[in-house]
């Protein structure tokens, strides 16, 4: 029973990060326009039927241990891929302005894209 509700939480999670990045990534101009309009209440009304029907049909076509495992996979991933864009930019762009200063740079920066348990 926990194992259900630990992986509904998550997918409700992922559903609500997945549809702020869409919708940020469509205003910022990486996806179409279409992608960013929002209803009178300001939620992005279309990314989020389009993220939360493709969720349910993957929930209806694959087996929940499937799942869970693209869950614990993809997450971690996400996590790496952003660390590693971040240091990324900061070479690329080292005179950028920016609003958020890391401690003990540059080794914490290094130290977040480290899988964990190694």
Same mark, same amino acid.
């Given at each position: 029973?926990?194992? +259900?509700?630990? #992986?509904?939480? @998550?997918?409700?999670? !992922? &559903?609500? =990060?997945?549809?702020?990045?869409?919708?940020?990534?469509?205003?910022?101009?990486?996806?179409?326009?279409?992608?960013?309009?929002?209803?009178?209440?300001?939620?992005?009304?279309? +990314?989020?039927? #389009?993220?939360? @029907?493709?969720?349910? !049909? &993957?929930? =209806?076509?694959?087996?929940?241990?499937?799942?869970?495992?693209?869950?614990?996979?993809?997450?971690?991933?996400?996590?790496?891929?952003?660390?590693?864009?971040?240091?990324?930019?900061?070479?690329?762009?080292?005179?950028?302005?920016?609003? !958020?200063?890391?401690?003990?740079?540059?080794?914490?920066?290094?130290?977040?894209?480290?899988?964990?348990?190694?």
């Amino acid at each position: 029973m926990f194992a +259900v509700l630990s #992986i509904l939480i @998550v997918m409700l999670t !992922f &559903l609500l =990060g997945i549809t702020r990045a869409w919708f940020s990534m469509s205003r910022d101009g990486l996806l179409p326009g279409w992608f960013s309009k929002t209803d009178r209440h300001g939620i992005p009304q279309r +990314v989020t039927w #389009i993220a939360g @029907v493709a969720s349910a !049909f &993957l929930a =209806g076509v694959f087996p929940i241990k499937a799942i869970a495992d693209l869950t614990n996979i993809g997450i971690p991933a996400a996590i790496v891929v952003v660390c590693l864009a971040v240091i990324i930019f900061r070479y690329k762009k080292p005179d950028a302005h920016r609003t !958020f200063r890391l401690p003990f740079m540059p080794w914490s920066r290094h130290s977040a894209c480290w899988p964990p348990g190694s």
